[in-house]
């Protein structure tokens, strides 16, 4: 079983995001440990355990290194006695590179924290402030020197890629920058617009041009040939890893696995329902001031959903899936097109294939 935590508070919206976030100077650390203590004791109790111990632990955001060390502490203290973790839980962190300090960083090692994934996205100056970002990219290497020398022994990196032409980034030059810092994973994501962004409201308005598609398609096969080179896993569509260092939190979500979400926005799934929180943390407040339910919906999913789901899931790692499960004249057209190849019964996507992930599902939905 797996666990994942929403803190929803960042210091000012990136340009690009469009995630469950509510905008704080000062993150009320207290009244969201109260708050998330709330609906883990209630949650807690109706979640199918069923006997099992706890695998992994995730605490996504938002930022969840702006969150107090008390806050954070009173948080994992209470979920691990009242659940049992496996011997090597993993508990990844997401942070920011301005909150890693030394001070912040021992108190997430000494509360079980084993991984932290840094919000990185670029080390040009000038594409940190277009995105908005709120640290600097020399902040980047500190906070992985820092995390390193106190012991956190799985640090990730986040880039973007795919920026438009006019922000004068160098993509090769941010990925040897990030493999120079040694780190144990990388999460790469291809830069999309979204409504109510300022990204989007930039390029309705037409102040923004992107990049053609092929741009992000050139950065991500370049960043692929590098992972490979470096005797890397590529592992997932948007994620590379040293090997044995992929995320285990990621690989239940892709493999299907029940797990519980709690904070705002949060998800959660077991093999046949899926059910979310409501998104705003005012709201989420106030329904468990007065003891309301914090989910918003839920849905069962049909067979047919979960069939197409494994099929899209499996297809973005290199699993894969049984070849059996696609018409065989499809994978016949994909092996030739070089969009894909069959390893021990299953067929696979190779990184060409990843750039047309969702046409190729697209594709199986009949099937
Ligand atoms: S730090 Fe992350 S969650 Fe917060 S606004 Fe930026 S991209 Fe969104």
């Not at 883990?40 to 938002?62: A, D, F, K, M, S």
């Not at 107090?68 to 011997?87: D, F, K, Y």
């Not at 909150?99 to 509360?111: F, H, K, M, S």
């Not at 926005?265 to 929180?277: G, I, L, P």
Request: proline share 5%.
């Amino acid at each position: 079983m797996h666990l994942y935590l929403h803190i929803p508070f960042c210091a000012r919206r990136c340009s690009y995001c469009d995630f469950a976030i509510a905008v704080r100077r000062t993150v009320p650390s207290g009244a969201f440990q109260t708050a998330l203590l709330q609906e883990w004791e209630v949650r807690n109790r109706e979640w199918p355990w069923e006997g099992t111990t706890l695998r992994t632990i995730y605490l996504g955001g938002g930022t969840p290194s702006s969150l107090s060390p008390e806050a954070l502490t009173g948080l994992l203290t209470q979920i691990r006695a009242n659940r049992a973790v496996t011997a090597d839980v993993e508990i990844t962190l997401e942070a920011n590179p301005e909150d890693v300090t030394t001070a912040n960083a021992e108190q997430w090692r000494q509360l079980g924290v084993n991984r932290v994934s840094l919000g990185a996205q670029s080390f040009d100056p000038g594409a940190l402030t277009w995105m908005h970002r709120t640290h600097g990219g020399d902040q980047i290497g500190r906070a992985v020197t820092t995390l390193k020398r106190v012991g956190i022994a799985n640090v990730s990196l986040d880039l973007i890629f795919g920026l438009p032409e006019a922000i004068p980034r160098d993509w090769s030059r941010d990925l040897r920058m990030a493999f120079a810092l040694e780190p144990d994973h990388l999460s790469l994501y291809a830069l999309t617009v979204e409504p109510h962004t300022p990204l989007g409201k930039w390029v309705d308005r037409g102040a923004v041009r992107l990049a053609p598609e092929s741009r992000a398609a050139d950065e991500f096969l370049e960043a692929h040939e590098m992972i490979v080179a470096r005797g890397w896993h590529h592992y997932e569509v948007s994620n590379a890893a040293r090997p044995g260092a992929e995320s285990r939190h990621n690989l239940a979500y892709w493999r299907r696995a029940s797990y519980l979400g709690i904070g705002p926005s949060a998800h959660s799934a077991t093999q046949e329902r899926r059910m979310w929180n409501v998104r705003h943390w005012e709201d989420y407040r106030q329904r468990v001031a007065l003891s309301q339910s914090t989910i918003e919906g839920e849905e069962h999913l049909t067979a047919a959903q979960i069939r197409l789901e494994e099929l899209y899931l499996g297809l973005r790692t290199t699993q894969g899936v049984p070849v059996e499960d696609v018409p065989s004249q499809t994978a016949m057209q994909w092996g030739q097109e070089g969009w894909a190849e069959t390893r021990h019964d299953r067929l696979r996507l190779t990184a060409l294939g990843w750039l047309r992930l969702d046409a190729l599902v697209g594709t199986l939905r009949d099937f």
